[in-house]
C-alpha cells in the first residue's frame, strides 16, 4: 500500500509561480513513477507530468516550458514547480504514483486558483 499527501496549493495571480509537493509513504520501493494530474470543474481528469524513478519526465503538452516537476527518491517525494501560471491552470491538483506492475495510487488533491 502507498499513501500520497499533496500540499501547497493555494491563490496565485496569472504570471505567478507555486509549488506542488507530494510526500509518499507505505511500500514505496514499489513505486515506479510519480506525477501529477489535474482536473477543473466539470472536466474529466488530464495528465499534468510525471516522472520516472530513474529520471526521465514526460509534460502534457499545454504546460511544457512553465511546469518542472522534480523528485527526491530518498525522500519518497514529487514537487511540481509551477512558473508563468494562467488562469486555465485553475484545477485541483492530483499527486499520482504508479508501481512497478502498473498500479495507481492518488492522493487527495490541493487546489490551485489563478486569478486574473
Known amino acids: 500500500q502507498v499513501q500520497l499527501v499533496e500540499s501547497g496549493g493555494g491563490l496565485v495571480q496569472a504570471g505567478g509561480s507555486l509549488t506542488l509537493s507530494c510526500a509518499a509513504s507505505g511500500r514505496t520501493f514499489s513505486i515506479n513513477a510519480m506525477g501529477w494530474y489535474r482536473q477543473a470543474p466539470g472536466k474529466q481528469r488530464e495528465f499534468v507530468a510525471l516522472?520516472?524513478?530513474?529520471?526521465?519526465?514526460n509534460y502534457a503538452d499545454s504546460v511544457k516550458g512553465r511546469f518542472t516537476i522534480s523528485r527526491d527518491n530518498t525522500k519518497n517525494t514529487v514537487f511540481l514547480l509551477m512558473n508563468s501560471l494562467k488562469p486555465e491552470d485553475t484545477a485541483v491538483y492530483y499527486c499520482?504514483?504508479?508501481?512497478?506492475?502498473?498500479?495507481?495510487?492518488w492522493g487527495q488533491g490541493t487546489q490551485v486558483t489563478v486569478s486574473s
Open positions: 499520482n504514483a504508479r508501481d512497478f506492475v502498473a498500479y495507481d495510487y
Open positions: 516522472k520516472y524513478t530513474g529520471g526521465s519526465t
